[in-house]
């Protein structure tokens, strides 16, 4: 054997070698989901819920061996509440990290940003919070899935069930962002379509902690229902600011969205006898065995419940993890499919599934009412819940409507 | 019809004057500060959140809202004493911009801070029971609080205006900040009164700061978006002016809310426009000196 042949042959060898050791380590490699979410500012205890929920999916899954033998890590980043910072986190996470997902986002007008970063990437990404946009064209894209309820949805089952039980004659305080301009304009045409009026609306700028120059105005209409579209911690200095100005007396309170953590920072009493939906409440366990198990891990993991945002971000990863089994791969487009081709699943609390031509969710939602301090049952027991709403596509616009042929 | 409105057209009036009240206490104390050392407090809303923060602590501990009312501040204050003697008196004599981004640095410093301390989800400062109900003032019904909150600003106006005009101290402020070389030459030493402009002025922060707590919920990031609106309150006031500081935290807090009633979506811009015309008219403010900038 001669010099050069002895080299060719042991770089072969070595190369050969190597080989399974490269193939070895790759598949060892774990299945990375990045996941944007604002940490800091007014949604930070739902973000705190969520990046809970998101870490229990993560840990349950790798504690059954991970998805495709590899473990799940998922990659939690800051965005602010801000678009131009999540677009910054997405881009730097696929970038950078090299992540095969994304979920995440908790604000309309920041998931969108973040969607135009994983649609440029062609990433696969389940928005895990409200917006009518995401599953609509032009924006959405095939690899754009929507797990959480929309404005629509929220506003036509929410409204529906309150012009029917709370009174005909509404105010609206929003926040002036997408979402609260989205729900303002669902509620308006739902209340009007149930034979109800709109007194006023007034549009206030989110994260703002001062309602009382917008309450005289709505005390001298005289509304019966008033409509607080105030998320996060606005809602606590709205209620509380409204409840000083006595209008709690004076006419009913409705949110679309009950947040069970600013309950909890606002005190019972400040929210009892407030109306809400909710795309679940800890205590529907009662009546749903899927949910009972999931509280009971939940609970026992962190010390504190699940609230709506936090199960978002749980199912969000489940479904990526059951995309990827499905599909035996991780490339984006495939896990898509495979989605959308099994559209039923069943995470947390009950029969969810995918609308093939827009990507967007199903799933039951709850009506709750605060209870006053004296009422309230354990640490954590601040709703009573007081209707059902089952999944229905029929609550959220149409695929043509939306835009899909 | 017009019967409404001009009820509602009072009770906005009156909501305003809270507005403005929180701005004054605000605006006082960054144009005291700013009259005397010419330093642009940028950690003054980061104090205001401290107030509120030191007066859910001392409500926690004593149980009693009117001791933390009286301790917040106080407490307030001597970190203001801290900062002046630590950080700030090394930057005297420099260009204005540099006390400016030290004390932009410390804000988001505090902010931080108090995330670590408290966590990042806000908390709830209750105001005490007398005052929690809602009186009906015969055109609307108004919360006890919020009265009280005019009250107070008032009342803390009145005894710095006293102070500042009736006491030994206040007559070397006052000359202090129209010429402090002659002040020094007549043996005045001006550092102690520099330490305790520096005190009052953040101590009214963090009075601001607790009185705004029941109001508005105590989150690490509340002085955030009210420092630039209590900037805007000095420039048209006019920097350094305490009576500037005043009209014009009145004038801003009924602006906001005169807006809110017409068109809501524009309370936030006219702020700013009014700035831009007082500015156009008077280019330093409505009470302001010409040249201090310079």
């Given at each position: 054997m001669d010099r050069r042949a002895f080299l060719g042959t042991a770089t072969a060898g070595a190369a050969a070698l190597a080989l399974p050791a490269v193939l070895r380590a790759q598949s060892k490699d774990p299945v990375k989901i990045g996941f944007p979410l604002p940490l800091t500012g007014p949604f930070a205890a739902l973000a705190n819920d969520m990046q809970r929920g998101a870490t229990l999916a993560m840990e349950q899954v790798n504690a059954k061996g991970g998805v495709l033998g590899r473990k799940l890590d998922v990659l939690f980043r800051d965005d602010q509440l801000k678009p131009a910072v999540g677009a910054q986190r997405t881009k730097e996470l696929i970038e950078?990290?090299?992540?095969q997902f994304v979920v995440g986002g908790l604000a309309a007008h920041v998931q969108m940003a973040i969607n135009e970063q994983t649609k440029a990437a062609q990433v696969l990404y389940i928005s895990v919070s409200q917006s009518d946009e995401i599953s609509a064209k032009p924006d959405t894209s095939p690899l754009t899935f929507h797990e959480a309820l929309n404005p629509t949805i929220t506003g036509r089952a929410v409204g529906t069930w309150g012009v029917q039980n709370l009174g005909k004659k509404w105010w609206i305080v929003y926040a002036d962002y997408a979402w609260g301009k989205q729900i303002n304009a669902v509620f308006t045409d739902i209340v009007k379509k149930h034979a109800g009026t709109i007194l006023g609306a007034t549009p206030y700028p989110l994260g703002n902690p001062e309602f009382s120059a917008h309450l005289p105005r709505i005390q001298a209409a005289k509304p019966e229902v008033l409509l607080a579209v105030t998320p996060g911690a606005d809602g606590v200095a709205f209620t509380k600011q409204a409840i000083s100005f006595g209008m709690k007396k004076e006419m009913k309170i409705l949110a679309p969205l009950h947040f069970l953590f600013y309950a909890k920072e606002g005190g019972a009493d400040l929210f009892s006898d407030i109306y809400g939906g909710t795309s679940f409440y800890w205590e529907v366990q009662d009546t749903v065995p899927q949910a009972k198990r999931l509280v009971e891990a939940w609970t026992k993991r962190f010390g504190v419940p699940p609230d709506a945002y936090g199960l978002y971000g749980y199912s969000g990863i489940m479904e990526v993890a059951r995309g990827v089994e499905l599909a035996r791969s991780t490339d984006s487009t495939a896990v898509a499919s495979a989605l959308r081709a099994n559209p039923v699943y069943d995470h947390y609390k009950g029969k969810q599934w995918w609308r093939p031509c827009d990507n967007k969710s199903f799933q039951d939602m709850w009506i709750v009412k605060g209870v006053p301090q004296s009422k309230v049952r354990g640490e954590w027991g601040y709703y009573d819940v007081v209707s059902r709403i089952p999944a229905n596509e029929e609550l959220d616009r149409t695929c043509a409507e939306k835009g899909h042929a | 019809m017009i019967d409404i409105s001009a009820s509602a057209l009072a009770a906005q009036i009156f909501t305003g004057l809270v507005l403005g009240g929180i701005f004054v206490l605000l605006a006082i104390g960054l144009s005291l500060i700013f009259g005397l050392m010419?330093?642009?407090?940028?950690a003054h809303g980061s104090l205001y959140m401290l107030g509120a923060y030191f007066g859910f602590f001392l409500l926690g501990l004593t149980g009693s809202f009117w001791v933390a009312l009286a301790l917040a501040p106080l407490l307030v204050g001597v970190f203001g004493l801290l900062v002046e003697r630590v950080l700030v008196r090394r930057l005297y004599g420099r260009s204005i911009d540099d006390p400016l981004l030290l004390t932009f640095g410390l804000s988001l410093v505090l902010v931080e801070a108090v995330k670590l301390v408290w966590g990042k989800v806000g908390l709830t400062l209750d105001p005490p029971r007398e005052l929690g109900a809602a009186v009906n003032l015969g055109f609307m019904t108004f919360p006890v609080y919020r009265l009280f909150v005019i009250a107070v600003t008032a009342l803390v106006l009145l005894v710095l205006w006293l102070f500042l005009e009736r006491t030994n101290v206040g007559l070397v402020i006052r000359a202090g900040s129209r010429d402090p070389l002659m002040v020094r030459a007549l043996g005045v030493d001006l550092g102690r009164i520099w330490l305790l402009v520096f005190g009052i002025g953040t101590g009214l922060a963090g009075l601001a700061g607790i009185l705004a707590g029941p109001m508005r919920g105590v989150y690490a990031e509340m002085g955030v978006t009210i420092v630039i609106e209590s900037f805007v309150v000095v420039v048209v006031g006019g920097m350094g002016s305490l009576v500037g500081a005043i009209v014009a935290g009145v004038l801003i807090g009924e602006v906001v809310s005169l807006t809110t009633f017409v068109a809501p979506q524009l309370a936030e811009i006219m702020v700013f426009v009014v700035m831009a015309l007082v500015l156009l008219v008077r280019p330093s403010g409505l009470f302001g000196e010409a040249g201090l900038l310079e």
């Open positions: 950078n990290e090299k992540v | 010419t330093v642009v407090n940028f």
